[in-house]
Every structure is written in structure tokens, then in C-alpha cells.
């Protein structure tokens, strides 16, 4: 079967599932998968160097904000 966000097992039903990939330098970029719904990925060029962060709401999953801080240029 499935499972949300491509995980191994499904999540409890009062849990919210998730999945976050850090990438591998210039050649694969780093993804955010929250229920099933991918937050940030190259595809959605939504990603930059440095911290990608996702902003959810732990109680109703709703995204909140998406960012990117560049740690390299300050």
C-alpha cells in the first residue's frame, strides 16, 4: 500500500505524516513533504541554499509559511 509523503508506515490517524530531504549539494535539492502534500522542492522552485523551513500549524496541519535563509551570504 501507499503511505503518505512516500513513508515506509502509515501514520496513527491523530498524527500528522511528514518527510524531509536534505538533498545532495547542486545535483539533487532538498524537498518537504507534510500530508501527503510536498511544501518545497525544486520542481515547485520553491528552495534555495542554506535552511529551507516549513511553518505548520501542530494542531489543525495547516502551512503556515515557507522560507529559505541563506546562511552562506548572511
Do not use: E, W
Amino acid at each position: 500500500p501507499r503511505h503518505k509523503c512516500g513513508n515506509q508506515k502509515s501514520c496513527p490517524q491523530n498524527q500528522f505524516a511528514f518527510k524531509i530531504i536534505s538533498g545532495a549539494a547542486n545535483v539533487v535539492g532538498p524537498s518537504i513533504c507534510f500530508d501527503d502534500t510536498v511544501l518545497m522542492s525544486s520542481v515547485k522552485n520553491n528552495i534555495g541554499r542554506g535552511l529551507n523551513i516549513a511553518l505548520v500549524n501542530g494542531t489543525s496541519g495547516q502551512v503556515l509559511k515557507v522560507g529559505t535563509f541563506d546562511m552562506y551570504s548572511g
